[in-house]
């Protein structure tokens, strides 16, 4: 199947199988454990299984990370100590290898693409690096829209075409990443409109602000908010206030949902991109894995939404998926537990006093 | 180093190096991320390094899992619905490669090793099983001692021995698992004893369990561990009270910590030994990694009493050595971070304003 844009997309994408999650819950309880004693692994499995729509499901491997790096005219409001150079700096060290979502993911085998949706500086060519700009960076969203209409649907298209690029090289598990100094301005401001949550209670501090520049991301991101009227739908949201790698993210949810391949969710920009891929298609929900919980108030705000439990919680604050590339092993066992443990009946054990 | 019993173990245990600690913060420091944006990751990163006495720690691997199965007296009062003879039978189950901690070996690329320190009852010969068998069944600790204090030492060996044998086999990070039905109650009285909480806080529904039959459980191990006195040491504690694949789990630990080798401990069985280990040789705990907080409410008492914090929450209570073997990548994760990173010098990327 070839999906080239995100409504290909939000149409493609059907509801996770209910009888394979309840033919995962049935072997469960065969397997030579106590019922239930594998926990929030055997809930991961019957996801998978749902997902696959069978059961046992398939480990789902190789794993390809697609981080997409994009600028945030916000950054002139004086929200993060960070400059702005730094977003094509990581960039660099991505596609050199040097990262710490590069040593994650040879640490789980993953093959590790990045994506240019809207830096505002250029790189030379590099293997590892898809040029995909969309625009030099979103303009301040504290000023007006971030980007246009048009732009947000070009940037969900983007991430759209690279989950389509890495299923069709193999992929079997894709995780989300973000680099954009200044991102987390854009993802609260984000999860805010979304959830309807208190812009104050989703502002964090990001990479590591003090409690002054706290105050100012806040109200920032309050002013923001404050544009967007009660009716204001997910596209809107993305434009007025988002960034393009929340929308390449969100494109990457959605296609990867489309194609029936898992997607990790890593931290809080990953979680506002979760957010506007399951307001515009919500069934995209039923194949999102929350990789971690990020120290970022508003990526607890967000998975809570969802209804999402993440399978870490490690106090990171990164980004760039390492939190959800971390997660990968336990999501590949918890597909492996379906498919090759023991029953009570093949393995002769008795089985306790009912 | 040869070390053949628990006293030379004992005093082979030399206190983790602080300098190399702080070598890896000051590096940890330097690599191309926010300061302290890797969270826990950096933390077990900076515990690897004192391990390991330098920084970067090498990644620990290979990873062996040793898995002790022993039996119990008490399980003639009626303190879990499942019959004795399946401690055999998952042995088998282990050494057949069926069993949930063989696949999630598989999943990490760890070995297991299956340790009958005590089992009721006799298998055939396996390739991966050892016959280290002290007693057949400890006798029932609600109306006596577990076993003799010779018989404590004696399996204290089989547990050293088996960190040593690993580790001269090529092993660099051990990770303890446990088989006995009926163990969760001796690990009780054991967390209870060393820990002094009351035994009905540390007492939980083991495999799963009903209220009638967890309320006499708790009974059955405060009557136990009301034989103790006041003075009672960790190898009082471990004959009265305890259960030969706790000590051998003890043991283990303080064979890996005398030979500068992490162990990763799993859950309430394992969090018992622990104690035992830290209460006989102080300077283990250095070398312990919590891998997971069990449902068991005794795992968290005793993490707790060791200010230990596991690196996963997943709301197991299987034991085998499950837990901890799903914590492998991320601490091996953890000293790749300190060995493969960029730092800000070294990729070119702007540090933040100060």
């Known amino acids: 199947m070839t999906i080239l844009t995100w409504a290909e997309a939000r149409d493609g994408v059907v509801p996770v199988d209910a009888a394979s999650a309840r033919a995962a819950d049935e072997l469960n309880d065969r ?7 594998l926990g929030q692994v055997e809930e991961i499995g019957r996801r998978l299984s749902a997902m696959a729509r069978r059961c046992p499901p398939p480990v789902p491997e190789p794993v390809t990370v697609c981080v997409f790096a994009a600028d945030h005219g916000v950054v002139a409001r004086g929200v993060t100590p960070w400059p702005q150079e730094v977003t094509v700096q990581m960039v660099a060290n991505f596609c050199a290898g040097g990262a710490a979502i590069n040593v994650l993911s040879r640490q789980v085998g993953a093959s590790v693409t990045v994506v240019d949706v809207g830096m505002a500086g250029d790189l030379p060519d590099a293997p590892e690096l898809l040029r995909r700009n969309i625009r030099r960076g979103t303009a301040d969203l504290s000023r007006g829209p971030a980007m246009t209409a048009a ?3 070009a940037a969900l298209d983007v ?7 890495a299923v069709r090289d193999g992929a079997r ?6 680099m954009g100094i200044g991102n987390t301005t854009a993802a609260a401001a984000v999860i805010s409109a979304l959830t309807g949550r208190d812009p104050a209670t989703v502002t964090g501090r990001g990479t590591g602000i003090d409690d002054v520049m706290l105050a100012h991301k806040a109200a920032v991101v309050a ?3 404050s544009r967007l009227g009660a009716g204001s739908g997910p596209l809107d949201v993305l434009a007025e206030v988002g960034g393009l790698e929340i929308a390449a993210l969100a494109g990457l949810m959605m296609g990867g949902a489309a ?4 997607v990790l969710v890593d931290g809080v920009v990953s979680c506002a991109g979760a957010l506007v891929a399951v307001g515009l298609a919500p069934d995209t929900l039923g194949y999102l894995v929350a990789g971690h919980r990020s120290v970022e108030p508003g990526a607890s705000a967000a998975l809570e939404h969802m209804g999402l439990r993440p399978v870490l919680d490690l106090d990171l604050r990164l980004g ?5 590339v971390l997660a990968v092993p336990v999501v590949q066992s918890a597909a492996r537990i379906l498919g090759e443990m023991a029953t009570f009946d093949s393995a002769g054990v008795t089985d306790k006093d009912q």
Do not use: F
Request: aromatic residues 0%.
């Open 31 to 37: 397997l030579t454990k106590p019922r239930g004693a």
């Open 151 to 153: 732009e947000a649907e």
């Open 159 to 165: 991430g759209v075409g690279v989950a389509c690029g």
């Open 173 to 178: 598990l894709l995780v989300g990443g973000d």
């Open 223 to 225: 002013g923001a908010r």
């Open 259 to 262: 194609l029936g391949v898992p």
């Open 320 to 324: 760039e998926g390492t939190g959800a």
